[in-house]
């Protein structure tokens, strides 16, 4: 049901007043041209938790090398993750390959053309399933990603945390109750931008808003103080141990994470989490013998590698270290390989490793220990 704060002067600037501010003011954006359900289903899935600036680049090589939904479907996953790589939050990439190989083998290679249809597809949610149904096929469907929340937020001067489900099914019926029927794509596009360009986190561009006449928020001259927001806690830190073992070939052993973990289907340097009263030498010697039933003697360190992910940070710890007994087995790890230094870019490696790789490119030879 449509809210009863929807006044008829807001809706006709939600209505006409931002589209014509769109038209003027839109981005050139590569996934804004050519589009296809394809296109806009890839670029949505990008943009998740990603900044357009960066997602730009990466949505053109992925075009370059699969320029189709079926092409995406035959290609292998491990070429989808490494031209994915370095853009975070891999599972976005696996579900990707997972739903286009659904789409050719089940859907006739083509994407369904219903809300209840992309809401049926594998790891598309409401969001995703809103963005696609809007964009590619104009259908009523309003969408509410974060620039769309801190817009409403502050035209509403609403007090609730957009963060939660009280928060989030308010904003949704402010959307969906301004939403001009068969004009969704446009609408939605357009509150996507203004959150983007003009109602930015802080230092909202106010006077060039197409919005401030209704603006709540701006009326009490504190548009910042929207949307309000619990305090974060700070993210947790982690230690974490990896492990540089080169054979007499010179060739490293990486392993591959599993599919079902974080980072899963990337590969890395073998290691893990230092549990509480162990030295580093300790947390390596354990990671390895259960991981992959090694023995290894664990050197002096390389090089610490410091990350910050969503919801915690990383100091990882790269240490060489030699094999004293045992041959690599697949334990705790989807598989295991030994690679000489010149291959390491034919596999998808995390933004943390890629920090090890780049100390080893500076001191090849490992020291005796």
Same mark, same amino acid.
């Given at each position: 049901?449509?809210?009863?704060?929807?006044?008829?002067?807001?809706?006709?600037? =939600?209505?006409?007043?931002?589209?014509?501010?769109?038209?003027?003011?839109?981005?050139?954006?590569?996934?804004?041209?050519?589009?296809?359900?394809?296109?806009?289903?890839?670029?949505?899935?990008?943009?998740?938790?990603?900044?357009?600036?960066?997602?730009?680049?990466?949505?053109?090589?992925?075009?370059?090398?699969?320029?189709?939904?079926?092409?995406?479907?035959?290609?292998?996953?491990?070429?989808?993750?490494?031209?994915?790589?370095?853009?975070?939050?891999?599972?976005?990439?696996?579900?990707?390959?997972?739903?286009?190989?659904?789409?050719?083998?089940?859907?006739?290679?083509? =994407?369904?053309?219903?809300?209840?249809?992309?809401?049926?597809?594998?790891?598309?949610?409401?969001?995703?399933?809103?963005?696609?149904?809007?964009?590619?096929?104009?259908?009523?469907?309003?969408?509410?990603?974060?620039?769309?929340?801190?817009?409403?937020?502050?035209?509403?001067?609403?007090?609730?945390?957009?963060?939660?489900?009280?928060?989030?099914?308010?904003?949704?019926?402010?959307?969906?109750?301004?939403?001009?029927?068969?004009?969704?794509?446009? =609408?939605?596009?357009?509150?996507?931008?203004?959150?983007?360009?003009?109602?930015?986190?802080?230092?909202?561009?106010?006077?060039?808003?197409?919005?401030?006449?209704?603006?709540?928020?701006?009326?009490?001259?504190?548009?910042?103080?929207?949307?309000?927001?619990?305090?974060?806690?700070?993210?947790?830190?982690?230690?974490?141990?990896?492990?540089?073992?080169?054979?007499?070939?010179?060739?490293?052993?990486?392993?591959?994470?599993?599919?079902?973990?974080?980072?899963?289907?990337?590969?890395?340097?073998?290691?893990?989490?230092?549990?509480?009263?162990?030295?580093?030498?300790?947390?390596?010697?354990?990671?390895?013998?259960?991981?992959?039933?090694?023995?290894?003697?664990?050197?002096?360190?390389?090089?610490?590698?410091?990350?910050?992910?969503?919801?915690?940070?990383?100091?990882?710890?790269?240490?060489?270290?030699?094999?004293?007994?045992?041959?690599?087995?697949?334990?705790?790890?989807?598989?295991?390989?030994?690679?000489?230094?010149?291959?390491?870019?034919?596999?998808?490696?995390?933004?943390?490793?890629?920090?090890?790789?780049?100390?080893?490119?500076?001191?090849?030879?490992?020291?005796?220990?």
């Amino acid at each position: 049901m449509p809210s009863p704060d929807l006044h008829p002067n807001l809706r006709r600037a =939600f209505q006409l007043g931002l589209p014509a501010w769109f038209r003027r003011h839109r981005r050139a954006l590569p996934w804004r041209t050519r589009r296809t359900p394809y296109r806009v289903w890839l670029a949505e899935l990008m943009l998740q938790q990603t900044r357009v600036d960066q997602a730009r680049d990466y949505f053109l090589r992925f075009m370059r090398r699969f320029p189709t939904l079926t092409a995406l479907a035959a290609a292998d996953q491990q070429a989808v993750l490494k031209l994915w790589e370095g853009l975070g939050y891999y599972s976005r990439a696996r579900r990707a390959h997972r739903t286009a190989q659904w789409l050719v083998q089940q859907g006739g290679g083509k =994407f369904p053309t219903t809300y209840a249809g992309l809401l049926a597809l594998p790891g598309v949610g409401p969001y995703t399933a809103a963005a696609v149904g809007s964009l590619a096929f104009n259908l009523d469907v309003a969408v509410v990603d974060g620039n769309v929340a801190r817009v409403l937020c502050r035209v509403f001067a609403c007090a609730a945390d957009p963060r939660t489900g009280a928060g989030q099914r308010q904003l949704q019926a402010w959307a969906d109750g301004l939403l001009p029927r068969g004009r969704a794509g446009e =609408f939605n596009e357009a509150l996507m931008e203004l959150g983007a360009l003009c109602c930015t986190p802080r230092q909202p561009d106010c006077p060039k808003c197409p919005l401030r006449k209704n603006c709540r928020a701006y009326a009490t001259g504190q548009p910042e103080a929207y949307p309000t927001k619990a305090a974060k806690k700070k993210p947790p830190h982690k230690i974490v141990g990896a492990a540089v073992v080169v054979n007499r070939r010179g060739e490293f052993l990486i392993a591959q994470r599993p599919e079902h973990a974080m980072l899963g289907g990337l590969w890395e340097f073998p290691g893990g989490k230092q549990e509480p009263g162990e030295t580093m030498e300790q947390c390596l010697a354990r990671e390895l013998r259960e991981e992959m039933g090694l023995r290894v003697r664990v050197g002096p360190r390389l090089t610490v590698a410091r990350h910050a992910y969503s919801h915690f940070t990383i100091a990882l710890h790269a240490h060489w270290c030699r094999i004293r007994s045992g041959r690599p087995r697949n334990i705790q790890c989807q598989a295991h390989a030994w690679v000489p230094l010149s291959r390491f870019g034919h596999y998808p490696f995390s933004r943390a490793d890629h920090y090890i790789i780049a100390a080893l490119r500076l001191r090849r030879l490992p020291p005796e220990f």
